[in-house]
């Protein structure tokens, strides 16, 4: 096995992130574990603060010992340190605040006009981890206080409203108060170490580049399964639904990373322009297409890893006869010249059978076989990029199977696995992103454009929906959606790519 490098991560200026909705399931099983485990990787200045924000009436002592339950519950055993936990809660300071009202901000404005020693060079920082509707609120009270700076930047959560007229509202309220530049846009997704490496695999080997178009790639497949339900979370996604939680963001920004062109260099916004050319080019799904090349599913009572669940009708904060989907899939297609005819099949859902993210590149078969027919069945090439769990890209090719007798092909594949190839634990998500934000590093984030593009494409999926007043069709838990979903790749001779359920699924 290849040892990691040793180098530790370059220190980074001091700031201070303000995390609005401090107190929230975000704040507290993503974000503060995050921000402690790049303390304690070294990436944290002296003089550095995180402050949470929210309306709840908590002392700053009372918030530590959130943040300190939060980070035993969600970091693993092995990186919890006594002493650099504490280290890390002596940064912890907290504000109630009501964004809604003055109440609070001028507390805020005194705590952030204060800052300790030694921070030569701070970074002002707002996360806004709150629903979307107060991202303009929240910016307005930030303007009208004096908090909002020239160097000051404010990280929007997904989702960027619910459709592209709230989406443009939202950009509009936040670039009235912030430019462009200082705005940061998240998706966590981005943020993967093998999502990142899909620009090294496709841009760094001479290999896999020529071949990434029509000529040689018969289709794509795209899934985010999940096997949880919907939690805490009941009132929320049934305004939502999961094309809107899922597809128009996590999955068309994957389909970006696929698709796009070489950009000119990695410089944040020639990323960005690559992205946004797909996101242009995606064929629209109109009216008369969305019965062939869309399904809705909504799960029912079932099992997942051996547990009996309930159905979506019967989760906390449902409505009875609700029609919110929990599961869909699509076919679309990239009108351009590297990927006419080229059908990308995308899926995501709850209550599924394993927890995985995956990129499925199929190539086309060979043209001729010299092989006889007792030799066996000749299986085309395909690439595998999981991103979670067990990263890893795989390369399935055909092979020899040893020994005499004559020639006995089979199906092989090199597997590219990160954790024993590179060895230790990575960054996640969330780790890589908050600290971009700190560098002033952009390629990660969407940018308003990407934004509107990407609702521009998925808001006549959700009208087609709503004309035809049908109900999601319905699937049993635990199981890979509804039957229709499966009929929508079969029906052009392919098929979903199930063979390889990761075992740390269940």
């Known amino acids: 096995m290849q040892p990691r490098s040793t180098v530790a991560a370059p220190a980074l200026p001091p700031f201070d992130y303000t995390v609005f909705g401090g107190t929230g399931d975000l704040a507290l099983r993503k974000l503060l574990p995050a921000l402690y485990l790049r303390d304690k990787a070294g990436q944290v200045a002296d003089g550095s603060?995180?402050?949470?924000?929210?309306?709840?009436?908590?002392?700053?002592?009372?918030?530590?010992?959130?943040?300190?339950?939060?980070?035993?519950?969600?970091?693993?055993?092995?990186?919890r340190d006594i002493a650099l936990i504490a280290r890390f809660l002596e940064r912890l300071d907290y504000v109630p605040v009501d964004a809604t009202s003055d109440d609070g901000w001028r507390d805020l404005a005194e705590r952030l006009e204060n800052p300790p020693a030694q921070r030569a060079g701070a970074v002002r920082i707002f996360y806004l981890a709150t629903s979307p509707g107060l991202f303009g609120p929240i910016c307005d009270q930030l303007r009208a206080?004096?908090?909002?700076?020239?160097?000051?930047?404010?990280?929007?959560?997904?989702?960027?409203?619910?459709?592209?007229?709230?989406?443009?509202?939202?950009n509009d309220q936040v670039g009235a108060v912030f430019s462009e530049q200082q705005i940061y846009r998240i998706d966590h997704y981005l943020g993967k170490e093998t999502v990142q490496n899909l620009l090294a695999l496709r841009f760094g080997n001479s290999l896999f580049e020529p071949l990434w178009n029509a000529n040689h790639i018969d289709h794509v497949q795209i899934t985010v399964a999940e096997t949880v339900g919907v939690e805490e979370r009941g009132g929320y996604y049934d305004?939502?639904?999961?094309?809107?939680?899922?597809?128009?963001?996590?999955l068309l920004q994957l389909v970006c990373l696929v698709g796009m062109e070489c950009p000119i260099s990695l410089a944040q916004e020639s990323v960005r322009d690559e992205k946004l050319k797909v996101l242009r080019s995606l064929k629209p799904i109109g009216a008369d297409e969305i019965g062939g090349c869309t399904v809705r599913g909504q799960y029912r009572a079932g099992a997942v890893a051996g547990g009996a669940v309930p159905g979506y009708l019967d989760e906390p904060g449902i409505p009875a006869g609700s029609g919110t989907e929990t599961f869909v899939a699509l076919k679309l297609e990239i009108d351009n010249?590297?990927?006419?005819?080229?059908?990308?099949?995308?899926?995501?859902?709850?209550?599924?059978?394993?927890?995985?993210?995956?990129?499925?590149?199929?190539?086309r078969p060979i043209r001729h076989s010299i092989f006889p027919q007792a030799a066996g069945e000749l299986q085309a090439n395909r690439l595998i990029v999981r991103l979670q769990p067990d990263e890893s890209i795989r390369l399935h090719l055909m092979t020899k199977e040893p020994g005499p007798g004559g020639m006995r092909l089979r199906p092989a594949a090199l597997n590219l696995s990160f954790a024993q190839t590179f060895g230790g634990r990575f960054p996640d998500a969330y780790e890589r992103l908050l600290m971009d934000v700190v560098r002033g590093n952009s390629t990660l984030f969407m940018r308003r454009d990407e934004v509107e593009a990407a609702w521009q494409w998925a808001e006549p999926i959700i009208d087609g929906w709503a004309a035809r007043h049908e109900m999601p069709k319905p699937y049993i838990a635990g199981t890979w959606g509804p039957s229709q979903s499966i009929a929508l790749i079969e029906r052009d001779g392919r098929t979903w790519h199930d063979d390889e359920i990761p075992s740390a699924a269940f």
């Open 49 to 79: 603060r995180i402050i949470g924000v929210s309306r709840s009436p908590l002392s700053p002592s009372d918030y530590r010992a959130k943040a300190e339950q939060a980070i035993l519950q969600h970091v693993h055993a092995d990186e």
């Open 145 to 170: 206080f004096g908090l909002a700076t020239a160097d000051s930047r404010v990280v929007l959560e997904k989702p960027i409203g619910r459709d592209l007229a709230s989406a443009q509202e939202i």
């Open 239 to 250: 305004q939502s639904g999961a094309l809107r939680d899922m597809v128009q963001n996590h």
């Open 337 to 363: 010249w590297r990927w006419a005819g080229v059908p990308f099949y995308l899926r995501s859902g709850k209550r599924l059978p394993a927890k995985m993210s995956e990129i499925v590149i199929q190539f």
